[in-house]
T-cell receptor
Framework: NAGVTQTPKFQVLKTGQSMTLQCAQD?????MYWYRQDPGMGLRLIYY???????DKGEVPNGYNVSRLNKREFSLRLESAAPSQTSVYFC???????????????FGPGTRLTVL | AQSVTQPDIHITVSEGASLELRCNYS??????LFWYVQSPGQGLQLLLK??????LVQGIKGFEAEFKRSQSSFNLRKPSVHWSDAAEYFC????????????FGAGTILRVKS
């Protein structure tokens, strides 16, 4: 069991370039999430997918799009990168049924993105 | 709005000393609460969680946390800190009615003096 995997681990972009961050989980979880982490701000939710076929905005969705490709995969796209999007991005997944144990989220190792 | 507050941005303790990291939440319903730890350059690892029942919960690495509804708090404790505990600690509350969305505190950076 790999858990939650993310690619790439590191990326440097120029302003205006686009890229897609990939995330996959092998725990048969219903819900998946994308967060960004910035110093002193904890983790902030960008988008989430409560179940396959659905996506919803989180706290900071502007400048991002997501795709829940199937139950395993949830990608995050930056269409036109900006320096303000320099951050560490984490993907997470959870069982998602609303009960206590299934609400625990499991995190990937993160992608460190720098936009010049 | 639902929120999580970690009042201490940085804490420094001596190795072997006790530790308490504070967490307060604002959430109307019964909360599901978590503490995560993040070592430098790493992802987040779950330390412990509270869903219901006994208000004192035990976690990994010798950590424990106590849920106090009257104070809206979920403080993390360890009786004797080790140098390897130096990391950033995040408290979080889950909003299960919003797809199990997690709301995180801003984090507390723990430094351990030898």
């Amino acid at each position: 069991n790999a858990g939650v995997t993310q690619t790439p681990k590191f990326q440097v972009l120029k302003t205006g370039q686009s890229m897609t961050l990939q995330c996959a989980q092998d725990m048969n979880h219903n819900s998946m999430y994308w967060y960004r982490q910035d110093p002193g701000m904890g983790l902030r939710l960008i988008y989430y997918s409560a179940s396959e076929g659905t996506t919803d905005k989180g706290e900071v969705p502007n400048g991002y799009n997501v795709s829940r490709l199937n139950k395993r995969e949830f990608s995050l796209r930056l269409e036109s990168a900006a320096p303000s999007q320099t951050s560490v991005y984490f993907c997470a997944s959870s069982g998602g049924s609303g009960s206590g144990r299934s609400s625990e989220q499991f995190f990937g190792p993160g992608t460190r993105l720098t936009v010049l | 709005a639902q929120s999580v507050t970690q009042p201490d941005i940085h804490i420094t303790v001596s190795e072997g000393a006790s530790l308490e990291l504070r967490c307060n939440y604002s959430y109307g319903a019964t909360p599901y609460l978590f503490w995560y730890v993040q070592s430098p350059g790493q992802g987040l690892q779950l330390l412990l969680k509270y869903f219901s029942g006994d208000t004192l919960v035990q976690g990994i690495k010798g950590f424990e946390a106590e849920f106090k509804r009257s104070q809206s708090s979920f403080n993390l404790r360890k009786p004797s800190v080790h140098w390897s505990d130096a990391a950033e600690y995040f408290c979080a509350v889950v909003l299960w009615e919003y797809g199990n969305k997690l709301v995180f505190g801003a984090g507390t950076i723990l430094r351990v003096k030898s």
